[in-house]
């Protein structure tokens, strides 16, 4: 297989000049680069609703207890500044 890429000479140079800080050619650089293993995440993936609770753990009991109550229930109110839902009790 081969694959065309364009790139401005400031990046085909740039590739050049990193292929050859390593002794290699850019097809060999970029060979070594399709062989390398990706990155690993530094810490294991969470289910949102435990990285929304562990954030939220962080919030000062202050900050806390100015939160409104019935912000879930009323979110279109404090999100988009439209009336209060009678409708909601």
Known sequence: MS??????DEEATALQAKAAA?????E?????LA???PPVASR?????ADVIVENMRKVPP????????DGASQ???YTYG???RKDLA
């Open 3 to 8: 694959l065309t890429v364009k790139l401005s």
């Open 22 to 26: 390593e002794g290699l050619s850019v």
């Open 28 to 32: 060999e650089w970029i060979k070594k």
């Open 35 to 37: 062989e390398q293993e």
């Open 44 to 48: 294991p993936r969470q289910h949102i």
């Open 62 to 69: 202050e900050i806390m207890a100015t939160m409104p109550k």
């Open 75 to 77: 979110h279109d109110h």
């Open 82 to 84: 439209l009336p209060k």
